[in-house]
């Protein structure tokens, strides 16, 4: 069965270490997304891909990076961690932009 | 500004107990309005789409309205295994800016 996939699924980092999250999807998906989800806030989008090559800031972009070199893989890379990145971290994929979205199962990261 | 309020925060319902969670959306250049179930420590699920407004769709004991300004997730005769998150989002696009903005979502606790 395909299936989107993340890790690692907890993470503890200090302030101001590089920080890489990973996503991999096999539902051969061209849109693929990142969100933090933080109480009070609900899901925020924070970079896109379309394709390859493609990639896109969201709503809360600020130090956080995304590549794409492959279909199947969108890691997200904080530069410089900070304390208010704490969050849980989800990845998604669709077929099409305003599809359904489908979702990993999440990342949470604490940064001391 | 763009904005998507669901209401109530939370919910408690007898089991069999019928009810309604709503979504009420500003968004420019909507593209749909998705539905999504999402368990403690899980990533959300993906339940409906709705394109435009008077469309519904139903699946077990779930249906879901759309209205230009709102949607009702209805809830018919419910049972424990409906408790959980009930998150909305709204897709829209606003000078070739891309949007998939979620509601904080309402916590549905239906007791046996």
């Known amino acids: 069965d395909a299936e989107i996939t993340q890790s690692p699924r907890h993470k503890i980092t200090e302030t101001g270490r590089q920080v890489t999250l990973a996503c991999h999807q096999t539902?051969?998906?061209?849109?693929m997304f990142w969100y933090r989800q933080d109480l009070g806030h609900g899901l925020r989008l924070i970079h896109y891909s379309y394709g390859v090559q493609d990639t896109n800031k969201g709503e809360v972009s600020d130090g956080y990076s995304v590549s794409r070199s492959n279909t199947e893989d969108l890691p997200l890379t904080l530069e410089s961690a900070a304390s208010s990145q704490t969050s849980v971290y989800f990845c998604?994929?669709?077929?099409?932009?305003?599809?359904?979205?489908?979702f990993g199962p999440g990342t949470r990261l604490t940064v001391l | 500004e763009d904005q998507v309020t669901q209401s109530p925060e939370a919910l408690r319902l007898q089991e069999g107990e019928s009810s309604s969670l709503n979504c009420s959306y500003t968004v420019s250049g909507l593209r749909g309005l998705f539905w999504y179930r999402q368990d403690p420590g899980k990533g959300p699920e993906f339940l409906f789409t709705?394109?435009?407004a008077g469309e519904e769709k139903e699946k077990e004991r779930l249906k879901a309205t759309l209205t230009k300004k709102e949607s009702f997730l209805h809830i018919t005769a419910p049972k424990p295994e409906d408790s959980a998150t009930y998150l909305c989002a709204v897709g829209g696009r606003t000078s070739g800016t891309y949007k998939y903005i979620f509601g904080t979502g309402t916590r549905l606790k239906v007791l046996a």
């Open positions: 709705l394109y435009s």
């Open positions: 998604a994929s669709s077929e099409r932009g305003y599809n359904e979205q489908f």
């Open positions: 539902w051969n998906h061209n849109n």
